[in-house]
């Protein structure tokens, strides 16, 4: 997308690479105990495919701006465009929420979620975006599958395919 967009050249060398990855994730995700045991997520995949396309195009869009602009300043101008999309999405479950009765726990993986992840792990993906460009940046993608793998596997012993291990070394 960046380098349709003009942002970066075009290596044969970084779309094997790309597609090498993406095999790697795949036998990540499609061999998940999760995936196996389920019926009808052709849907679900399709979405989480068409995501990834709609956050690469989203980094390209931001690149020029990351350029003039903080990366805190890109995360807070960012903010409202995110949640009045994901409103609909999350009104009825936040309403439906029994927030007296959440765990410490609980609260603590909420805030890790929204300060770690959130505030931290976006301004430092557009740190990327800025540094080395939207497809550099994107790199960071191809570890979420097998960081959640393996952290599936020591925090809730959930078991890995032989072909979840093959993905996790592509």
Request: hydrophobic share 60%.
């Amino acid at each position: 997308i960046a380098c349709l967009a003009g942002q970066e050249t075009f290596k044969w060398s970084i779309l094997g690479g790309t597609l090498f990855a993406f095999v790697g994730v795949g036998l990540v995700v499609g061999f998940s105990p999760s995936v196996l045991a389920s019926e009808g997520l052709l849907l679900g995949h399709f979405l989480l495919l068409a995501s990834a396309f709609v956050w690469a195009g989203a980094t390209v869009v931001s690149r020029p701006i990351v350029a003039k602009v903080d990366p805190l300043q890109m995360l807070t101008l960012s903010m409202p465009a995110g949640l009045l999309a994901l409103m609909p999405y999350g009104l009825i479950a936040t309403a439906r929420t029994p927030w007296a009765d959440l765990t410490l726990t609980a609260w603590a993986m909420m805030g890790y979620f929204a300060i770690a992840a959130g505030v931290i792990g976006f301004m430092l993906f557009y740190r990327g975006v800025q540094q080395v460009g939207a497809s550099g940046a994107m790199l960071y993608k191809y570890l979420v599958s097998p960081l959640a793998a393996i952290s599936g596997y020591f925090v809730l012993r959930a078991g890995l395919h032989p072909l979840q291990l093959v993905g996790l070394v592509i």
